[in-house]
């Protein structure tokens, strides 16, 4: 339920008075579009309950300043009458970032040119490994703390966004199969850590997240999952949602090839990435079954691994 006292309570407090305020997310966070008090186009979130501490919003909140004084195409946060960036109302976090204008990532098919369609998931990549090699050379305050999509985050006994493998809608046939996926992937990732770069990550750089302007330019958004990771699951993340597309080859070919043109990365577990991100989506979705949508959302998910598997021929015989 929308609380509209909270959402009043937070425009005053950014000084946002008199002016339109338009819901355009009510998933996670709630999300309004909206006017700060000397006329720019801003996005009031009023963040989720029990996923992000204070001290994970405060430094996603950092991080984004940082971000955007490296010339990195991200939101920049908006500190509020009290000369805050967060702040907490009725036991809720709020926070305001400048608003970015473009066209979402799903509507890439709309460009008419082929050659402009390779140019954003290009730029794309380039603007991840942009990200990525600012963020390890950038000072983090000494408070400084973010979720870790390690490992264990992932395929360990205790993923960031459940276990997985304890889907209520799984048949046992497909639980068994999955534990076994999920075994040969962690020995993989296991074996492999030396050769995989770990840092900050955007961690869902999916679709509705990425905003491409006329000019090509790629932004991203929402960093709310953000935190530590593999950077190969940044562009694995991306690359997930486009599995079924008939350029997928392309796609990653250009994706792969902007980040590598700006920042060196070792792609050798993409395919292996592409699947550990596919059964992130089966844990997160256990306890949103029951909304809307939920059950056939979930449906989806728990085809995409095995799909993924058939799609990108993983046998596990080559790692």
């Given at each position: 339920?929308?609380?509209?006292?909270?959402?009043?309570?937070?425009?005053?407090?950014?000084?946002?008075?008199?002016?339109?305020?338009?819901?355009?997310?009510?998933?996670?966070?709630?999300?309004?579009?909206?006017?700060?008090?000397?006329?720019?186009?801003?996005?009031?979130?009023?963040?989720?309950?029990?996923?992000?501490?204070?001290?994970?919003?405060?430094?996603?909140?950092?991080?984004?300043?940082?971000?955007?004084?490296?010339?990195?195409?991200?939101?920049?946060?908006?500190?509020?009458?009290?000369?805050?960036?967060?702040e907490i109302i009725d036991g809720r976090y709020i926070s305001v970032l400048t608003?970015?204008?473009?066209?979402?990532?799903?509507?890439?098919?709309?460009?008419?040119?082929?050659?402009?369609?390779?140019?954003?998931?290009?730029?794309?990549?380039?603007?991840?490994?942009?990200?990525?090699?600012?963020?390890?050379?950038?000072?983090?305050?000494?408070?400084?703390?973010?979720?870790?999509?390690?490992?264990?985050?992932?395929?360990?006994?205790?993923?960031?966004?459940?276990?997985?493998?304890?889907?209520?809608?799984?048949?046992?046939?497909?639980?068994?199969?999955?534990?076994?996926?999920?075994?040969?992937?962690?020995?993989?990732?296991?074996?492999?850590?030396?050769?995989?770069?770990?840092?900050?990550?955007h961690a869902d750089a999916v679709r509705d997240n990425v905003l491409f302007q006329?000019?090509?330019?790629?932004?991203?958004?929402?960093?709310?999952?953000?935190?530590?990771?593999?950077?190969?699951?940044?562009?694995?993340?991306?690359?997930?949602?486009?599995?079924?597309?008939?350029?997928?080859?392309?796609?990653?070919?250009?994706?792969?090839?902007?980040?590598?043109?700006?920042?060196?990365?070792?792609?050798?577990?993409?395919?292996?990435?592409?699947?550990?991100?596919?059964?992130?989506?089966?844990?997160?979705?256990?306890?949103?079954?029951?909304?809307?949508?939920?059950?056939?959302?979930?449906?989806?998910?728990?085809?995409?691994?095995?799909?993924?598997?058939?799609?990108?021929?993983?046998?596990?015989?080559?790692?």
């Open positions: 339920m929308i609380d509209n006292s909270l959402l009043r309570k937070a425009l005053t407090i950014w000084g946002i008075e008199n002016q339109e305020c338009e819901l355009i997310a009510f998933r996670e966070n709630l999300t309004y579009k909206t006017f700060n008090n000397i006329g720019t186009q801003v996005v009031l979130r009023i963040h989720r309950k029990n996923y992000s501490s204070k001290k994970e919003i405060d430094s996603e909140l950092n991080w984004l300043q940082a971000l955007n004084h490296g010339k990195i195409n991200v939101p920049k946060p908006v500190k509020s009458m009290n000369n805050k960036l967060l608003w970015i204008n473009g066209k979402h990532l799903s509507e890439i098919n709309a460009i008419d040119n082929s050659t402009s369609k390779d140019k954003v998931f290009y730029n794309l990549g380039k603007e991840l490994a942009k990200l990525h090699k600012f963020s390890d050379n950038w000072i983090k305050p000494y408070n400084f703390y973010k979720r870790e999509w390690n490992i264990d985050g992932l395929v360990g006994e205790n993923p960031l966004w459940d276990k997985f493998w304890e889907n209520p809608k799984l048949s046992n046939k497909q639980i068994k199969e999955i534990l076994f996926l999920r075994d040969e992937c962690y020995k993989i990732l296991n074996n492999n850590i030396d050769n995989l770069d770990y840092g900050l990550i006329n000019n090509l330019k790629v932004n991203l958004i929402d960093f709310d999952d953000s935190g530590f990771g593999f950077r190969i699951f940044d562009l694995a993340t991306t690359l997930l949602h486009f599995i079924n597309d008939k350029n997928f080859n392309k796609i990653k070919d250009q994706l792969t090839k902007g980040y590598l043109d700006t920042n060196f990365l070792n792609l050798k577990l993409i395919d292996i990435f592409i699947l550990v991100r596919s059964f992130t989506y089966v844990g997160w979705n256990i306890k949103r079954i029951e909304e809307p949508g939920g059950i056939a959302r979930n449906k989806k998910y728990i085809y995409n691994i095995f799909n993924v598997v058939k799609k990108l021929d993983i046998q596990f015989k080559i790692y």
